[in-house]
């Protein structure tokens, strides 16, 4: 385990009795008390997580707004300063190299925030898509901590520690250089919960400090410490994709039901041609949300059966906490993905009967 | 943690409860705990066989699923069916809420088990 990386906050979360977990890469608290009563107090107050272990590229330049426009699949050139974008970075053939945010820090600078398990092939994909371009891109992952607090009762907690009026920063909007806890930090009303709330950059160093005072303040209102557990399955009931299960390099944006971040009618992007290509003759799999109806729990990976062939695989499945049924996520066939369609689950061996459902498990309560 | 004195432990954190020629199996406090919110417990059917050893079936908590090592050979004889619908069981009280109940195959497997002293400096070893 020693070749595990550790975030600035590891011995804080070792010291407060957390369960430390392998995750891509990186020695991470999987829980604290429990994923349940985590899951519940982000759904109905406020947790905090240790995010520290995403990665953060920064590109900056002459050309850095042409370049991010032609790296990911979003309209970039729409993005104005101050506000993110969640998007995706795509090969040639649309498959996803990674999921991401992009926030425009000025006319011609930006951050991208990046998967963990992703930081070095994405910090190569970038650095070798950056030479057709005038533009500084450097990986900046050791630079940042990264802190999310989440919850309906996160503004109130982080507002007692920051002067700046925290209404002023919008959905997918960031301010730099707040000061939190007597530490700058930027701040955006970003998250993967499904929940209102704060994504907190900061530098390594005052990060410990940061977490500690931020519980502190949240006492009251019953702010927890979250672990990864929790932010999985949060992330999940919100239909938020994570990479390596919804969407991977063999995956679209498309087929993963993310066609809404597609912007197909502007200037090229790294693997335009072959989505509007797959637009125009149609898909041939696509993510669709199910419900189990016998019992057991669909895991990732599961095989999904129709009249005995292979039609899918799970791409996520819990017993939900928050929506209480046991409810799934798989990429199958599009003949099969219709609502209403019953197909098979395998699970550890035994055919389990499901329903295709919405997607739309947990109606997001983000403040817009 | 609770180690209930009386009953075998295996290092997979299993206890079993003998009753003559049947034992109750099930899964230790300490196992529970360290499972967290359990979800779904998978069981056998009555009448199967199974060696020490094999999966009995799987215990799921929201992150997981567990296979249960059966740590003594033997036929099912019955299974515990209120775990079906109320699999918390398992967390509210892991003494009581035995999984199946087996036709033990050979009592000298027992021997190989720990009792209660031993499974609890075991557990704070691991």
């Known amino acids: 385990m020693d070749d595990l990386k550790r975030t600035p906050l590891h011995q804080t979360h070792v010291d407060a009795g957390a369960k430390m977990v392998p995750f891509a890469g990186w020695d991470m608290p999987v829980q604290y008390k429990g994923l349940v009563p985590e899951h519940e107090a982000v759904r109905n107050?406020?947790?905090?997580?240790?995010?520290?272990?995403?990665?953060?590229v920064?590109?900056?330049?002459?050309?850095?707004?042409?370049?991010?426009?032609?790296?990911?699949?979003?309209?970039?050139?729409?993005?104005?300063?101050?506000?993110?974008?969640?998007?995706?970075?795509?090969?040639?053939n649309g498959g996803i190299v990674d999921d991401l945010l992009v926030y425009r820090r000025a006319e011609h600078s930006f951050l991208l925030v990046i998967n963990a398990g992703n930081i070095e092939k994405d910090d190569a994909w970038i650095i070798e898509q950056a030479k057709k371009f005038d533009v500084y891109a450097?990986?900046?992952?050791?630079?940042?901590?990264?802190?999310?607090?989440?919850?309906?009762?996160?503004?109130?907690?982080?507002?007692?520690?920051?002067?700046?009026?925290?209404?002023?920063?919008?959905?997918?909007?960031?301010?730099?250089?707040v000061e939190i806890a007597g530490q700058s930090a930027l701040v955006s009303r970003?998250?993967?919960t499904g929940e209102d709330g704060f994504e907190i950059y900061t530098s390594p160093d005052v990060a410990t400090k940061l977490w500690t005072e931020i519980l502190e303040a949240g006492k009251n209102e019953g702010t927890e410490p979250a672990g990864l557990g929790a932010r999985d399955t949060l992330r999940f009931e919100a239909t938020l994709p994570l990479y390596g299960h919804e969407i991977d390099k063999d995956v679209t944006p498309l087929e993963a039901g993310l066609g809404f971040f597609v912007f197909l009618d502007g200037d090229d992007f790294i693997g335009k041609e072959a989505l509007l290509k797959q637009k125009s003759e149609g898909l041939e799999l696509k993510l669709v949300g199910f419900e189990l109806l016998?019992?057991?729990?669909?895991?990732?990976?599961?095989?999904?059966?129709?009249?005995?062939?292979?039609?899918?695989?799970?791409?996520?499945?819990?017993?939900?906490?928050?929506?209480?049924?046991?409810?799934?996520?798989?990429?199958?066939?599009i003949e099969y993905t219709k609502l209403d369609t019953e197909f098979e689950v395998d699970i550890r061996g035994k055919k389990k009967k499901a329903v295709v459902i919405s997607k739309r498990f947990y109606t997001k309560k983000y403040k817009k | 943690?609770?180690?209930?004195?009386?009953?075998?432990?295996?290092?997979?954190?299993e206890w079993v409860r003998v009753d003559g020629k049947t034992a109750y199996i099930g899964i230790s406090d300490f196992a529970q705990h360290e499972l967290g919110d359990i979800v779904y417990v998978e069981l056998p059917d009555e009448d199967d066989e199974f060696d020490k050893g094999d999966s009995l079936?799987?215990?799921?908590?929201?992150?997981?699923?567990?296979?249960?090592?059966?740590?003594?050979?033997?036929?099912?004889?019955?299974?515990?069916?209120?775990?079906?619908?109320?699999?918390e069981k398992v967390n509210n009280d892991a003494y009581d809420a035995w999984l199946i109940k087996v036709e033990l195959k050979d009592d000298a497997e027992l021997e190989g088990l720990m009792n209660a002293e031993a499974y609890e400096a075991f557990i704070e070893s691991e």
Do not use: W
């Not at chain 1, 009762?153 to 700046?164: N, R």
């Not at chain 1, 899918?312 to 066939?333: E, H, N, Q, R, W």
């Open chain 1, 45 to 56: 107050r406020a947790g905090l997580f240790d995010v520290s272990h995403m990665g953060e």
């Open chain 1, 58 to 92: 920064d590109v900056d330049g002459p050309e850095a707004l042409a370049f991010v426009d032609y790296l990911v699949v979003g309209n970039v050139k729409a993005l104005e300063p101050g506000k993110v974008l969640y998007s995706m970075m795509c090969y040639e």
């Open chain 1, 138 to 177: 450097r990986n900046r992952s050791e630079d940042y901590a990264q802190l999310a607090i989440q919850g309906p009762l996160a503004q109130g907690v982080l507002q007692k520690l920051t002067d700046l009026d925290l209404d002023t920063i919008g959905f997918f909007e960031f301010k730099e250089n």
């Open chain 1, 190 to 192: 970003t998250g993967y």
């Open chain 1, 294 to 333: 016998d019992k057991g729990i669909p895991r990732q990976g599961y095989n999904i059966f129709h009249n005995g062939d292979v039609i899918g695989k799970v791409t996520t499945g819990y017993k939900a906490p928050t929506v209480g049924k046991v409810i799934g996520l798989a990429l199958v066939d």
């Open chain 2, 1 to 13: 943690m609770k180690v209930q004195s009386g009953l075998y432990y295996s290092e997979d954190h």
């Open chain 2, 57 to 87: 079936g799987a215990i799921e908590s929201v992150k997981a699923a567990s296979d249960i090592l059966i740590p003594v050979s033997g036929r099912v004889i019955e299974i515990n069916d209120e775990l079906d619908d109320a699999p």
